[in-house]
């Protein structure tokens, strides 16, 4: 005798049923942004937290009947992380499809190694739409600033906007827009590092800080590592750090040239003024700057003075130092002539 289905194959079967019936044409190609709702599913989200997502949105009504449903379409195996716009009364059909294939209503968006705060929010503008003050104040939302695990500081979440390009869309909300990149900056930190922060008796916040000056500093890669080590002898010692890039985001712009007038700048980031370490990041950092601040080049190296070239002169005394600034000005001279 044939064994009759149970009641939850019969409900899943008969939802299908239903589900298919009811599902909508496609979106009419014209319609706006605005009517339509985003969500984000952060990379390495489970399938439970993304249906958090969707329900919290009002993608979804019932979500424990669309979980049903869209585990016999195979969307738990097949979920894509990153950011969506859907339909106000998209189709399950329609959300299941498009989760499972990651399609959206998105451009690129490109975060720089070396950016400041103030530029990423400039280039939101004018890519996406997004607002600058707005975007700024989503940098200084303090629930990201514990998601990440660091004290609130006056530019927030600055820093931690992982640098790469991202496939977002247009006219996303300024928080949902921070929020996904500071996401990127935990997906990419690697385990490793926390043990070395231990060697080095530093935090991740101190960690990212340094590697933000060290981005902003080098031109020439090789570099990188002698840099970080003249910042950590510094620390070591007691010594204002004396970054002229601390300066620039002190004033909020790009500065052709930091003149000593300007050195003066009341702020906390001021490395002339203070001793230590800014109170967080200036610039967003890449992964070679991160592990240039981890591993320092076991060297004695104080002081460095860039060349023409981009490329730096090391010293360990401050009489090797002053002799290191008289070459760079004689090969800058010579090259005005020629």
């Given at each position: ?8 194959v ?9 589900a ?23 990379r ?9 997502s ?8 019932s ?45 690129r ?16 503008r ?15 939302d ?19 906007m ?42 991740r ?16 890669r ?14 070591k ?46 610039t ?9 601040a981890l ?16 490329k ?20 800058r ?6």
């Amino acid at each position: 005798m044939k064994k009759r289905p149970s009641c939850v194959v019969r409900r899943a079967w008969v939802l299908c049923a239903l589900a298919l019936s009811c599902s909508k044409p496609d979106p009419d190609k014209y319609q706006s942004v605005a009517d339509r709702i985003m969500v984000i599913i952060p990379r390495g989200a489970t399938y439970y937290q993304a249906l958090d997502s969707l329900e919290s949105r009002g993608v979804i009504g019932s979500r424990d009947w669309f979980s049903l449903y869209a585990r016999i379409r195979g969307l738990p195996s097949n979920l894509k992380s990153g950011v969506y716009t859907f339909d106000k009364d998209a189709s399950w059909s329609s959300v299941v499809s498009t989760l499972k294939s990651g399609r959206g209503l998105e451009v690129r968006f490109t975060v720089t190694e070396g950016m400041m705060g103030f530029e990423v929010a400039e280039r939101a503008r004018s890519w996406l739409g997004v607002s600058r003050d707005s975007f700024v104040a989503a940098m200084r939302d303090t629930s990201l600033e514990r998601e990440l695990g660091i004290k609130p500081t006056p530019a927030g979440v600055d820093g931690y906007m992982y640098p790469t390009t991202y496939v977002v869309p247009m006219r996303m909300r300024a928080r949902d827009l921070v929020k996904l990149m500071t996401h990127e900056f935990i997906a990419r930190w690697q385990p490793e590092w926390d043990a070395r922060l231990g060697e080095l008796h530093m935090t991740r916040h101190q960690l990212v800080t340094l590697a933000s000056i060290i981005e902003a500093e080098v031109r020439y890669r090789p570099d990188r590592p002698y840099v970080s080590a003249v910042y950590h002898n510094r620390l070591k010692r007691g010594m204002a750090l004396q970054a002229d890039p601390t300066i620039i985001y002190a004033y909020g712009r790009r500065l052709r040239r930091v003149w000593e007038r300007q050195l003066q700048i009341r702020s906390p980031y001021n490395t002339y003024l203070n001793p230590g370490l800014p109170p967080g990041p200036i610039t967003q950092p890449s992964d070679s700057s991160i592990i240039a601040a981890l591993y320092p080049a076991p060297i004695g190296y104080l002081y460095f003075v860039a060349q023409p070239d981009g490329k730096h002169i090391f010293s360990s005394t401050y009489a090797d130092h002053l002799a290191a600034i008289r070459e760079s000005k004689r090969q800058r001279r010579a090259d005005r002539v020629n």
